[in-house]
């Protein structure tokens, strides 16, 4: 069974940094796509980054401040974050499916599995 859970959230200044992980059990990230999304309160989930074996891909709004890897070893996926700003305020989420994504990197409904999200604010 596919579980995803989420750490590294919290509260920091605007222009601070969070590191979030995201700890993945009962599978090996080979052959999987995984993505980092958020959503704050009253908006949709947006897709923030993603990564495979092939490519990394991220939303307009956090290139260049943001940068998603993941450690084969440990089973883990981060989603470094630099320069936050109130904006980024949401609940994070980390999300896998077991393919090779070509298209629809940031999408959410290509995703399978999700974890239960860690809550990121930024003040100003």
């Known amino acids: 069974q596919v579980q995803l859970v989420e750490s590294g959230g919290g509260s920091v200044q605007s222009g601070g940094s969070l590191r979030l992980s995201c700890s993945a059990s009962g599978y090996t990230f080979s052959g999987y796509s995984m993505g980092w999304f958020r959503q704050a309160p009253g908006k949709e989930r947006e897709g923030v980054a993603h990564i495979s074996t092939d490519r990394t891909t991220y939303a307009e709004s956090v290139k260049g401040r943001f940068t998603i890897s993941q450690d084969n070893a440990k089973n883990t996926l981060y989603l470094q974050m630099n320069s936050l700003k109130p904006e980024d305020t949401a609940m994070y989420y980390c999300?896998?499916?077991?393919?090779?994504?070509?298209?629809?990197?940031?999408?959410?409904?290509?995703?399978?599995?999700w974890g239960q999200g860690t809550q990121v604010t930024v003040s100003s």
């Open positions: 999300a896998a499916v077991s393919a090779t994504l070509q298209f629809g990197f940031l999408v959410p409904e290509w995703y399978t599995y």
